[in-house]
């Protein structure tokens, strides 16, 4: 990789350092994807940054939202600081930022895909209770540290004492949302953070916006910390129930759509059966069959989905890899064999959403309690 030229750290850089920090943790790693997103000199290429990210444990959903971030907060940099400047001239600035940010997610997915064929995956699934607790296709891991909940916890405050912070999450729409909170202490039975607007949004984007998740000592468990109170600046949060820590299982991207999408199955020459689509990624794709509460294929069947992205019409072929319930509605999971001008269309159509899903938790209006509590 071509070394860039040094020179001084540009604000544009701080800022996206600030951003990188909160999210990813200030790491070296935060730093150097930081430098790459500014064209700074760094001596790690941006594959092996990336790479160092995913090896510490960073989600891929939690990394494209971090870029994502410093993505929106470059373009409306550009924007305030081109005002003055002919419309030409601001729309080739913006588009040289999207096509840089672009060439970052694509790399990541890239270098996603070869970090995850080492890594082995269990193929253990319980939706029932991802659906209730994250709103999120993902396994379980495969074995949980036997301790006690009482030294989980008691650890963990322990940990989030001497660091003086606590890494707390939501999920939306398949998306993982995450920020650092300053950790103030024990009160009884509760635990005491700092309250800002980014610790309102992530509460404010659950299902019930009482309810977050911490990461416990260790990384490999999470506990569901629900509000007992708002004080004046603080939360005070009462420890529920611990969970495993939910691990993606596929190495891309997974978004979970919003808008209705109808998608047609084939299996051989079985009636056709029309279902909606629930999430989508460049390696599979979840559908729904409402009407029906058990799914009429089974595992390893081979089927074809007839679906509209965007505007254009595509035909993926696939093999079944799970199937469940939800109420009255199947669920089933097709991988998709590889096809290249397929992928691309399904990336496309991906980053789209997971930006409108940004954008959208951007724009998130806090409930009055949170928004009175920022006052």
């Given amino acids: 990789m ?155 405050i322990s940990a989030w004492n001497k660091s003086k912070s606590i890494a707390i999450r939501n999920y939306h729409l398949g998306l993982t949302v995450r920020t650092i909170a300053t950790f103030l202490g024990e009160e009884g039975d509760c635990i005491k953070i700092k309250m800002n607007e980014d610790i309102a949004r992530i509460f404010a984007i659950h299902p019930s916006e009482h309810a977050t998740f911490a990461v416990c000592e260790g990384e490999k468990i999470q506990v569901r910390l629900s509000i007992k109170k708002i004080e004046d600046g603080h939360i005070l949060l009462s420890i529920g129930k611990t969970f495993p820590i939910y691990a993606e299982n596929r190495k891309h991207l997974n978004i979970q759509v919003e808008e209705h999408i109808p998608v047609t199955i084939r299996m051989g020459k079985k009636r056709q059966l029309h279902a909606r689509l629930h999430d989508l990624s460049i390696g599979g794709i979840g559908i729904n069959v409402h009407g029906i509460n058990q799914a009429p294929y089974n595992i390893g069947d081979k089927v074809e989905c007839q679906l509209t992205l965007g505007t254009q019409p595509v035909t993926l072929q696939g093999v079944v890899r799970w199937t469940g319930s939800n109420n009255d509605e199947a669920r089933i999971g097709i991988e998709l064999q590889h096809n290249t001008n397929s992928q691309q269309l399904i990336q496309k159509e991906v980053f789209r959403m997971q930006r409108n899903i940004i954008n959208a938790i951007n724009q998130l209006e806090l409930p009055d309690k949170l928004q009175k509590a920022l006052a």
């Avoid at 150097?32 to 941006?46: G, P």
């Avoid at 672009?102 to 995850?116: P, S």
């Avoid at 296709?137 to 949980?144: D, E, G, N, P, V």
């Fill in 2 to 156: 071509q070394q860039r030229k040094k020179h001084n750290k540009p604000l544009q850089f701080d800022k996206s350092h600030t951003i990188l920090s909160k999210t990813l943790g200030n790491s070296q790693a935060s730093y150097d994807l930081a430098s790459h997103i500014c064209h700074e000199y760094v001596e790690t290429s941006l594959e092996q940054v990336l790479t160092n990210h995913l090896k510490a444990g960073t989600h891929i959903h939690h990394l494209l939202s971090s870029i994502s971030a410093c993505e929106q907060q470059r373009l409306q940099y550009a924007f305030d600081s081109a005002k003055t400047l002919p419309m030409e001239i601001q729309f080739s600035s913006a588009k040289k930022i999207i096509d840089d940010f672009n060439h970052i997610q694509d790399t990541l997915l890239l270098v996603a895909d070869q970090y995850f064929e080492h890594i082995s995956v269990q193929k253990t699934h319980d939706i029932s209770q991802v659906q209730a607790d994250t709103g999120n296709r993902s396994m379980l891991h495969s074995k949980l540290e036997q301790k006690s909940y009482y030294d989980t916890i008691q650890s963990s």
